[in-house]
C-alpha cells in the first residue's frame, strides 16, 4: 500500500520531468550554461534522463537566467 | 574547455579504450552463457543471462574501484584511469540488464505491478537466510543510475563540482549494497561456495588497495619541509624526477606538481580546471601537461592549454642549485609564463642557474 503510493508520486514526478525536458533542452539548456550553445543533438538527447529527475533545480536557474539576459 | 558540449567527446585513445571494453563485455557474456549451456542444459537461457550479467557487472565495479589507488600505487595503470566514466557507464547498462531481466523473471510474471512485487513479496527483512537481496540490489542500481544519467561535464557544472562529487562517492554505499546483495542472495540458493569467496577476496583486496595508496597519499603531504631560504623550499634533488613526469608537493596545504620536460624543472598548481584532476599524476604528452582523468592540457612553461581552449592553472618558480631543487610556494597568477630551470648534468659539474 505505502509502496504504491510511493511508486505512484516517483512516476509522477518523473512525468512531470519529462514534461519539463522537452523545452528544456530544445531551449532552456542555452540559458543556463553557455556551452550548451550550439551543443550537438547527441548532447541534448543524453541529458534528458537527468532533466527528468533534476529539472526543479533547472527550472529554477532557467527562472533565474531568463530574468538576467532577455 | 572552450567548444560547445557534444554527446561524447571521441578520440582515437578513447575509442580504442571502448572498444576494448565493448569486446571484452561481449565476449565475457558469450562465453558465460556459452559454458553454461553445455554444463547446465537445464538453465534457462533468462537464467544464464542474468548470472552473466551479474558476475560481469560486479566484475567491472571491481576494476572501477581499483583504479584510483592503483594508478597512485603505480603509474603503469594511468591508461585505465583515463576515460573511466566509460567504463561505470558500461557498468551500469550491464547490471541493468541484469536487475531488468531479473524483474521480468521473479516480478512480471503476476498481476502485482513488478516494483511493488520488488518490496512485498518477501518481506522477511530480519532474516539473514531469507533476506530479500534483491532490494539492496535494486537500491545500488539507483545509485549506479543517477551516476550514470548526471556523467556528461554539463552536470559537473550545472550541479556544482562539490555537489557532483558527493553523488559519486555514494559508489561506496552502492558497492556496500552489492556486496550483501551478492552476499544475502547467493545463500538462498547457492551451495557452490566459489562466488562467496570471490567477493569477499574482491572486497578485501580493494579495502587494502585503498588504505595502501591512503597512507602513501597521507604520509606525502604530511612531509615537512625544512630547508627555506628566500622564500624557497628545498623540495628533492634533480635526478628524483622522472623525464616527462611529476613528483607533487604539499607545501603550506597547496599541491604543486613539479614537472621535467627537455631536462628542464616546471611547477604548476596540481589541480586541474576541469574536474581537479590530480596533474602531477599526469605525464607530458606532446609537450603538454596532460591531465591523467580527462586528458585536458597545459603547457609547462606557462600553465595554459593551448588554443582555442582558455583554461589556465598557476605557475611556481622553481630553481636548481647544484642537484638541489628549490621551489617557491608563492603562486604566480594563472598562466604567468616562466622558464624551466635547467637541470646541471652532474658530470659538467659547472654551477648555472637558469631561472
Ligand atoms: C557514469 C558516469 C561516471 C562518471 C562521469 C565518472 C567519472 C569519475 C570521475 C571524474 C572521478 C574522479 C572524481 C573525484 O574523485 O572527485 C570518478 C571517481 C570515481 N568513480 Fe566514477 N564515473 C562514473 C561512473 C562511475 C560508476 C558507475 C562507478 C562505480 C560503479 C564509479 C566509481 C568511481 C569511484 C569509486 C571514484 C572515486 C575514487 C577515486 O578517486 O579513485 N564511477 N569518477
Ligand atoms: C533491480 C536490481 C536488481 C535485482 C532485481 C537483482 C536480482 C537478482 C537476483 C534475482 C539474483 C539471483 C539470480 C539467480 O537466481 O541466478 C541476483 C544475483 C546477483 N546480483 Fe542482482 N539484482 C539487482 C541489481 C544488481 C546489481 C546492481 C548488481 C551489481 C552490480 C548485482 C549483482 C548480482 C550478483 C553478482 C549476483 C550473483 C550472481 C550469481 O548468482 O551468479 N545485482 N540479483
Ligand atoms: S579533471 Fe578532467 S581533465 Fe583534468
Known amino acids: 500500500m505505502v509502496i504504491s503510493i510511493v511508486l505512484i508520486l516517483i512516476v509522477t514526478y518523473l512525468a512531470c520531468g519529462l514534461l519539463f525536458a522537452i523545452p528544456f533542452v530544445i531551449k532552456g539548456v542555452d540559458k543556463i550554461d553557455e556551452a550548451a550553445n550550439g551543443g550537438s543533438i547527441g548532447f541534448r538527447i543524453i541529458i534528458i534522463p537527468g532533466a527528468m529527475v533534476f529539472w526543479p533545480l533547472l527550472l529554477k536557474k532557467w527562472i533565474k537566467q531568463g530574468g538576467h539576459k532577455k | ?355
Not at chain 2, 17 to 24: C, E, N, P, R, V
Not at chain 2, 71 to 77: A, E, G, P, V, W
Request: proline residues 5%; contains cysteine; positive net charge.
Open chain 2, 1 to 355: 574547455m572552450g567548444a560547445s558540449y557534444l554527446a561524447v567527446g571521441w578520440n582515437r585513445q578513447k575509442k580504442i579504450y571502448d572498444w576494448f571494453i565493448f569486446a571484452f563485455c561481449a565476449l565475457y557474456l558469450t562465453t558465460f552463457i556459452a559454458v553454461t549451456a553445455l554444463y547446465n542444459p537445464d538453465y534457462t537461457f533468462e537464467t544464464a543471462l542474468i548470472r552473466s550479467t551479474a558476475t560481469l557487472a560486479i566484475l567491472l565495479l571491481h576494476v572501477i574501484l581499483s583504479i584510483g589507488p592503483l594508478t597512485r600505487i603505480n603509474k603503469k595503470f594511468l591508461p585505465l584511469l583515463y576515460n573511466r566514466r566509460h567504463l561505470g557507464v558500461t557498468m551500469f547498462s550491464v547490471a541493468l540488464i541484469h536487475g531488468s531481466f531479473s524483474m521480468l523473471q521473479f516480478h512480471a510474471l503476476g498481476n502485482v505491478n513488478p516494483f511493488v512485487s520488488l518490496f512485498t513479496s518477501n518481506t522477511q527483512y530480519n532474516s539473514v537466510s531469507q533476506f530479500p537481496f534483491q532490494a539492496l540490489g535494486f537500491f545500488a542500481l539507483v545509485i549506479f543510475f543517477l551516476m550514470a544519467i548526471t556523467s556528461h561535464d554539463f552536470w559537473l557544472h550545472t550541479l556544482s563540482p562539490k555537489i557532483w562529487k558527493a553523488l559519486h562517492m555514494f559508489v561506496y554505499l552502492a558497492y556496500f549494497l552489492v556486496i550483501m546483495h551478492v552476499m544475502l542472495g547467493v545463500v538462498q540458493y547457492e551451495t557452490n561456495p566459489v562466488l562467496f569467496v570471490m567477493v569477499l577476496a574482491g572486497a578485501a583486496t580493494l579495502v587494502t588497495l585503498h588504505l595502501v595508496a591512503g597512507t602513501k597519499e597521507v604520509r606525502k603531504d604530511n612531509r615537512i619541509f625544512k630547508l627555506k631560504k628566500e622564500g624557497f623550499v628545498y623540495v628533492c634533488e634533480s635526478q628524483d624526477v622522472p623525464d616527462n613526469c611529476a613528483k607533487i608537493f604539499c607545501i603550506d596545504k597547496e599541491r604543486i606538481a613539479l614537472f621535467r620536460f627537455e631536462n628542464k624543472l616546471y611547477a604548476i598548481h596540481n589541480v586541474c580546471k576541469h574536474q581537479g584532476g590530480p596533474l602531477g599524476e599526469g605525464q607530458i604528452i606532446d609537450g603538454c601537461i596532460t591531465c591523467p582523468w580527462h586528458g585536458y592540457q597545459y603547457l609547462p612553461q606557462n600553465g595554459q592549454s593551448p588554443p582555442p581552449f582558455k583554461e589556465k592553472v598557476s605557475t611556481y618558480i622553481v630553481t636548481v642549485e647544484g642537484s638541489q631543487v628549490w621551489l617557491n610556494p608563492q603562486p604566480l597568477p594563472e598562466g604567468t609564463e616562466r622558464s624551466g630551470a635547467a637541470i646541471i648534468i652532474p658530470d659538467k659539474q659547472i654551477i648555472e642557474n637558469v631561472q
